[in-house]
């Protein structure tokens, strides 16, 4: 469950992240209720961005990751079968 709510509160952390640097890059009159055209353009496009950016880091995270589990694996197994080809004394 804890590994959960690490997951949750990371998704959390960038989402509001992402909020607050495309808000502050793009919203610029609080003349009236609602926003003006151009700054839906620009959020949408600004939120597209970081999105995407994200997908992209995190399928290289898991490339990443899933290498070193690999040579992990790799790593283990040549240990394991040098200890085992050590000859006992007789």
């Not at 998704?11 to 055209?37: A, D, G, K, P």
């Amino acid at each position: 469950m804890a590994a959960e709510e690490q997951i949750f509160r990371e998704f959390l952390e960038t989402y509001n992240r992402i909020v607050e640097e495309c808000f502050n890059r793009c919203v610029y009159t609080f003349n009236y209720r609602y926003l003006l055209e151009d700054e839906i353009d620009c959020t949408s496009r600004c939120t597209s961005r970081f999105v995407n950016y994200n997908q992209r880091m995190a399928m290289n995270f898991a490339q990443i990751q899933a290498k070193k589990m690999i040579d992990m694996q790799e790593q283990a197994e040549a240990e394991q079968q040098a200890t085992t080809d050590v000859p006992k004394p007789s």
